[in-house]
């Protein structure tokens, strides 16, 4: 058995650039919670990029449940991975907060009302109740952070890619935060998780990874 996201001796570089990430290898399992660090412009979001197939690696192979990734369609990878972007609201698109919640829902063979009570829920959860009709653009940064990892833990994802998800947030949403990731950890719920805050990587995930000079140490 293949792991759930695997990495085989990847390799990027951009075309004009010099090697971002070399011989990359990596296995996560789906109910691992790894964190990932390394300095500004390390590559961690290109690594997290190559996962979910929105960049081609140089050269080996990303594979996701044992599949290469992209053999598989967008919708499809969005069903394997929930990814929160580093600037979350690149990832926006309904007019009001209640759908872009519930978007990912429709395609979930869920009814109405169980879509409704899960979107619900994630108002709740995320302290965006009074946002609910509000357009996503206009959210403050910390309101737009929480936006997006509402609307990809709603359909319940088996793996979370997050790409500094604590960025912007004070510290008492900072706390929640934690707790919610806490709560999905212990719902065996994986996820990698790129952040600077070593106190945080380490209370919240099993193993930290760091990538230096193109390579994971
Ligand atoms: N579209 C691009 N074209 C060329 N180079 C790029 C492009 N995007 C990123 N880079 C370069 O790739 C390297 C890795 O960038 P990446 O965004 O993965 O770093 P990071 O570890 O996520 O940094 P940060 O902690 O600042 O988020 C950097 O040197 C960056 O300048
Ligand atoms: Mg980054």
């Given at each position: 058995m293949?792991?759930y996201i695997?990495?085989e001796?990847?390799?990027f570089?951009?075309?004009?650039?010099g090697?971002?990430l070399s011989?990359?290898n990596l296995s996560i399992?789906k109910n691992q919670t790894?964190?990932?660090?390394g300095?500004?412009g390390?590559?961690?979001?290109?690594?997290?990029?190559l996962?979910l197939?929105?960049?081609?690696?140089?050269?080996g192979?990303?594979?996701?449940?044992?599949?290469?990734?992209?053999?598989?369609s967008l919708?499809?990878?969005?069903r394997?991975?929930?990814?929160?972007?580093q600037?979350?609201?690149?990832?926006f698109?309904?007019?009001d907060?209640?759908?872009?919640i519930?978007?990912?829902l429709?395609?979930?063979?869920?009814?109405?009302?169980?879509i409704?009570?899960?979107?619900?829920?994630?108002?709740?959860?995320?302290?965006?109740e009074?946002?609910a009709a509000?357009?996503?653009f206009?959210l403050s940064?910390?309101e737009?952070?929480?936006l997006?990892?509402?609307?990809i833990?709603?359909p319940?994802?088996d793996f979370?890619?997050?790409?500094?998800?604590f960025?912007g947030?004070?510290?008492?949403?900072?706390q929640?935060l934690?707790?919610?990731?806490e709560r999905?950890?212990?719902?065996?719920?994986g996820?990698?998780?790129?952040?600077?805050?070593?106190a945080?990587?380490?209370?919240?995930c099993?193993?930290t990874?760091?990538?230096?000079?193109?390579r994971?140490?």
């Open positions: 293949t792991a695997n990495l001796q990847v390799n570089r951009w075309p004009q650039g090697q971002v011989e990359i399992e790894i964190a990932l660090m300095a500004n390390s590559g961690k979001t290109t690594l997290s990029k996962i197939g929105l960049l081609k690696p140089t050269g192979r990303v594979l996701l449940a044992g599949r290469p990734v992209e053999s598989y919708a499809a990878r969005g394997l991975l929930g990814y929160v972007f600037n979350p609201e690149r990832q698109f309904a007019p907060v209640a759908e872009e519930g978007f990912a429709k395609y979930r063979n869920l009814s109405p009302e169980k409704q009570e899960r979107v619900a829920e994630m108002l709740a959860l995320f302290e965006l009074q946002y509000t357009f996503p206009n940064q910390g737009k952070q929480r997006a990892l509402a609307a833990l709603a319940r994802p979370i890619i997050m790409d500094e998800p960025l947030l004070d510290w008492l949403r900072k929640r934690q707790a919610i990731l999905v950890r212990n719902e065996g719920v996820y990698l998780l790129i952040s600077h805050d070593q945080l990587c380490a209370r919240l099993s193993q990874l760091t990538l230096e000079g193109g994971l140490l």
